[in-house]
């Protein structure tokens, strides 16, 4: 643990204890409130999307290590955090994702085999973000806070927050780990979100290690108040607690679409597995810990609850074992079948629209693919793209 900071002891925001039991302190009666309506079968659900999302993880994990994927980054462990605060967003709802956020994208619906297209490298993305109002995965550690605050800022701009419409009304959702709080990126995002008001949830999921580096060589205070430094309403939940991570998702995307502005939200959470397929975790952790952590297991909370509950049964059980090894079965036949895109496949998405010196690396690139030397490449595309450059310029003479 990072007891230096005291990482067990600081307050958090807990309505499912590791032992399956309802909270019921009076202290977090508001959240409470939050998730009294939540109906059976939409426990099940999240039980259900957190199964899968373990599922996949475990079948991309072994697809790398039998040389089908490039690289993999695994998310077990963060389950709650991730489909806790998925299942509080609406459709018009916009997320910006890292690169770990697979049970989001679970509940988002985006194709599991698509989610590994970049993994394989067949695809710079693996789906469309306007299909699922889901951002592709973000490499770039922390760029995504940028993304979303500009985003964010464009929705207000379209007059889409505070409009008092639950249909029209919209709030975006940027993930990170407790790593990327040390990136200049985040901290610009949070400096514009919290001067322009924008309607933006910056979510740090904290699992405790940024690669081997502990949460205690970044910081000296719980991260949550990185946020309240800002002048953002902040708090930290238990991440391993899906009913929690999703009232305080809640309350952060209501205060967002209302047009209160931003919120800061710090998931604690572990990260079970290594940090990608490439890390080795035993060099820099022990397995005592693993251990701890381990006994909190996101889904074994769930999964005692709703049996205490007698919100499932064998039947369900054994339809959602049934359901998940269709998955695998899935992703071990489709990824393998994944072709690469075309190489011109980087040139069609960089703008909305067609760009003069987008055309004229890609006629460049055309050209030097199919033999031309570098020069004569250069001429050649200089020589395709003035009719468009002229064009351009004489429509905007008009």
């Keep these: 643990m990072n007891s230096d900071i005291g ?28 998730i009294a309506g939540l109906k059976p079968e939409q426990l099940r659900g999240m039980y259900r999307d957190m199964v899968l999302t373990r599922r996949f993880d475990d079948e991309a994990t072994s697809l790398q290590r039998q040389g089908e994927l490039g690289l993999y980054a695994p998310s077990r462990g963060q389950e709650a955090a991730q489909v806790g605060n ?15 956020e697979h049970g989001v994208l679970q509940v988002r619906g985006v194709d599991p085999v698509g989610r590994l297209e970049f993994y394989r490298g067949t695809d710079h993305g693996g789906w469309n973000p306007l299909e699922h109002n889901a951002q592709v995965y973000t490499v770039v550690i922390g760029s995504q806070a940028l993304h979303a605050v500009g985003y964010a800022m464009g929705v207000q701009r379209d007059g889409l927050v505070g409009t008092g419409d639950p249909a029209k009304d919209t709030a975006v959702v940027t993930y990170f780990g407790d790593g990327a709080t040390s990136q200049g990126d985040v901290s610009e995002g949070l400096v514009f979100a919290a001067v322009n008001q924008a309607p933006v949830v910056f979510y740090c999921q904290n699992n405790q290690w940024a690669i081997s580096e502990p949460t205690t060589k970044q910081t000296r205070t719980p991260l949550y108040k990185r946020g309240e430094g800002f002048g953002i309403p902040s708090l930290r939940v238990d991440g391993n607690d899906v009913l929690a991570c ?3 998702t809640q309350e952060a995307l209501e205060r967002a679409r209302s047009g209160g502005g931003p919120t800061f939200i710090e998931a604690f959470t ?22 701890v952590w381990r006994k909190r297991d996101p ?41 690469p895109a075309t190489k011109t496949q980087m040139f069609e998405t960089v703008y909305a629209t067609e760009h003069s010196i987008v055309s004229e690396d890609r006629a460049w690139f055309e050209a030097y693919e199919a033999g031309e030397p570098a020069d ?15 064009a351009v310029q004489q429509g905007g003479t008009r």
């Design 86 to 100: 998925a299942y509080a967003l609406a459709p018009q709802d916009f997320v910006f994702p890292s690169y770990r």
């Design 376 to 390: 004569a490449a250069y001429a050649t595309a200089q020589t395709a793209v003035v009719p468009q450059t002229a």
């Design 299 to 339: 889904i074994d909370r769930l999964r005692i609850l709703l049996e205490n509950e007698n919100a499932i049964d064998d039947r369900f059980e054994a339809e959602l074992r049934a359901e998940a090894d269709a998955l695998g079965e899935r992703l071990r036949d489709h990824v393998r079948k994944l072709e």
């Design 246 to 248: 999703y009232a305080a």
């Design 270 to 291: 572990y990260r079970m597995g290594a940090h990608t397929t490439s890390d080795d975790p035993t060099r820099y952790r022990t397995t005592e810990q693993e251990e």
């Design 7 to 34: 990482e067990d002891k600081v307050p958090l925001l807990q309505l499912l204890t590791p032992e399956g039991a309802r909270v019921t302190g009076r202290g977090n009666s508001a959240y409470r409130k939050r």
